[in-house]
């Protein structure tokens, strides 16, 4: 059950005036709230004591009054199930060793691996229990070439040379990721989350031919094993990505798909389409001085307020990724406010 109404109608693609207003990385470093319990805690704690994980996913709620909430986790945690070993450092996340054909022997059955991801299920439990009632919980996951790529990079930066270099050893990965992921997804199910999203970071760095043979294959697999309870986002992507998804015909399984600030809204709004869309004002404008970030954000508004409700329905209203560091609080409640006000 859907508990916001908003939320609810996005997914069903109901017009309505107002959109749900939902951000990713809307629980993070720039909030102070967040800044608070980091100072008393480490970031592993907060991901993995439930009543800490709760407690940091509602502090956005209780300011910014969002529409939805999501599970406060990290995509990497599979990985440490796996046997990787994970630690957060000044340096980022790090892991006890780097993926290659030798390593791939100290992994760990998925089945054994599962114990390693109940965590997050009790999270969800703990955050539905402090949630308003009005307010949608979602969980999420990294997809498995994401995941992939952080296990043999060490990071998501750069130009992944090794990464795609190592299709077959990708392909030894997914029989261990694929049914852990399978296995997490439904824990945040089964825990109360409405929907879990499909996180693929490193996806956009793909060329389409290259994501439409070795990735999208395993996304829509995952969409049709949930149909109807996922959605899904790339981080840079391109039409090659979505062409491929529709190719498959992974966008009717997905309830929603994510479109990063690259992307014009509104076109996307207007397609013909059967999922809702979430998106996707491009975050890193939230760090210019208050003027610069007012007009830039009243110019992104416009081609959208021009769509009737029916080309609107379906739209989640949210950044291009997810919220940055610094960003200035009264900037995220700007937005929050300026979309009920300019479209009710």
């Given at each position: 059950?859907?508990?916001?109404?908003?939320?609810?109608?996005?997914?069903?693609?109901?017009?309505?005036?107002?959109?749900?207003i939902?951000?990713?990385?809307?629980?993070?470093?720039?909030?102070?709230?967040?800044?608070?319990?980091?100072?008393?805690?480490?970031f592993?704690?907060l991901?993995?004591?439930?009543?800490?994980?709760?407690?940091?996913?509602?502090?956005?709620?209780?300011?910014?009054d969002?529409?939805?909430?999501?599970?406060?986790?990290?995509?990497?945690?599979?990985?440490?199930?796996?046997?990787?070993?994970?630690?957060?450092?000044?340096?980022?996340?790090?892991?006890?060793?780097?993926?290659?054909?030798?390593?791939?022997?100290?992994?760990?059955?998925?089945?054994?691996a599962?114990?390693?991801?109940?965590?997050?299920?009790?999270?969800?439990?703990?955050?539905?229990?402090?949630?308003?009632?009005?307010?949608?919980?979602?969980?999420?996951?990294?997809?498995p070439w994401?995941?992939?790529?952080?296990a043999?990079e060490g990071?998501?930066?750069?130009?992944?040379?090794?990464?795609?270099?190592?299709?077959?050893?990708?392909k030894?990965?997914?029989?261990?990721?694929?049914?852990?992921?399978?296995?997490?997804?439904?824990?945040?199910?089964?825990?109360?989350?409405?929907?879990?999203?499909?996180?693929?970071?490193?996806?956009?760095?793909?060329?389409?031919?290259?994501?439409?043979?070795?990735?999208?294959?395993?996304?829509?697999?995952?969409?049709?094993?949930?149909?109807?309870?996922?959605?899904?986002?790339?981080?840079?992507?391109?039409?090659?990505?979505?062409?491929s998804?529709?190719?498959?015909?992974?966008?009717?399984?997905?309830?929603?798909?994510?479109?990063?600030?690259?992307?014009?809204?509104?076109?996307?709004?207007?397609?013909?389409r059967?999922?809702?869309?979430?998106?996707?004002?491009?975050?890193?404008m939230?760090?210019?001085?208050?003027?610069?970030?007012?007009?830039?954000?009243?110019?992104?508004?416009?081609?959208?307020k021009?769509?009737?409700?029916?080309?609107?329905?379906?739209?989640?209203?949210?950044?291009?990724?997810?919220?940055l560091?610094?960003?200035?609080?009264?900037?995220?409640?700007?937005?929050?406010?300026?979309?009920?006000k300019?479209?009710?």
């Open positions: 059950m859907i508990m916001n109404e908003k939320f609810a109608n996005a997914i069903d693609l109901t017009p309505q005036a107002v959109p749900p939902w951000f990713m990385r809307q629980a993070g470093r720039y909030h102070s709230h967040y800044q608070g319990l980091r100072s008393k805690h480490s592993m704690e991901c993995t004591q439930p009543e800490l994980a709760a407690e940091t996913a509602l502090g956005p709620i209780r300011d910014f969002f529409d939805v909430s999501i599970l406060f986790s990290d995509l990497l945690f599979p990985l440490q199930a796996l046997g990787m070993g994970l630690e957060y450092t000044d340096k980022g996340p790090q892991l006890g060793f780097r993926l290659d054909e030798q390593s791939m022997k100290k992994l760990v059955h998925w089945e054994d599962v114990e390693g991801v109940r965590f997050q299920g009790e999270a969800v439990k703990a955050t539905r229990e402090l949630l308003p009632k009005d307010k949608s919980l979602i969980g999420f996951v990294g997809s994401t995941l992939f790529v952080y043999v990071t998501h930066k750069g130009f992944l040379e090794n990464s795609k270099g190592s299709l077959p050893l990708f030894s990965f997914c029989e261990y990721m694929m049914p852990l992921l399978k296995a997490n997804i439904q824990i945040q199910l089964d825990a109360g989350a409405e929907l879990v999203m499909l996180f693929d970071t490193a996806a956009g760095a793909l060329a389409p031919t290259m994501f439409d043979e070795h990735v999208a294959p395993l996304v829509d697999e995952l969409a049709r094993e949930f149909k109807g309870k996922m959605a899904y986002y790339i981080k840079e992507s391109s039409e090659g990505h979505v062409a998804l529709r190719k498959h015909n992974s966008l009717s399984k997905f309830a929603g798909l994510g479109y990063d600030h690259r992307w014009a809204l509104a076109d996307i709004l207007k397609s013909e059967d999922h809702f869309v979430q998106g996707n004002f491009d975050q890193s939230l760090l210019t001085d208050t003027d610069s970030f007012k007009k830039a954000f009243h110019s992104y508004l416009e081609p959208l021009e769509l009737t409700l029916e080309q609107r329905r379906g739209w989640v209203s949210g950044l291009g990724h997810g919220v560091p610094k960003t200035p609080e009264d900037h995220v409640r700007y937005i929050v406010d300026t979309i009920r300019e479209f009710s």
